[in-house]
């Protein structure tokens, strides 16, 4: 069974933006913003359970925000950052340049 993914004119700016507006999908965004190419979901630093994790991936997947595809048993992810950047021009950016990242204590 395959993933939904919504066409570009599909993606709406309300859902982008309701996607963002969580700190655990923004630093997920974040990291992938400055890593460009694919990543595997467990090599991103997620304090959450497996479940929340999932459901995470899940809303950025819904709303427009990432790509997903299967390398073996890992799920790959990427950021469609071409297809909102076409779709709404310098959202992501200025939302990542809006909200800087979580500092350590």
Excluded: Y
Aim: positive net charge.
């Amino acid at each position: 069974m395959s993933s939904f993914h919504p066409d570009r004119d599909q993606l709406l700016v309300e859902h982008v933006l309701a996607a963002l507006g969580n700190p655990v999908r923004l630093s997920i965004v974040r990291e992938l913003a400055s890593s460009p190419g694919e990543r595997t979901c467990g090599s991103l630093p997620l304090e959450v359970t497996k479940a929340t994790a999932t459901h995470h991936w899940r809303v950025l997947r819904e709303a427009g925000i990432t790509r997903e595809s299967r390398a073996g048993r890992a799920k790959a992810v990427s950021l469609r950052r071409a297809d909102l950047d076409q779709r709404f021009p310098g959202l992501l950016d200025a939302v990542l340049a809006a909200t800087p990242p979580a500092r350590e204590p």
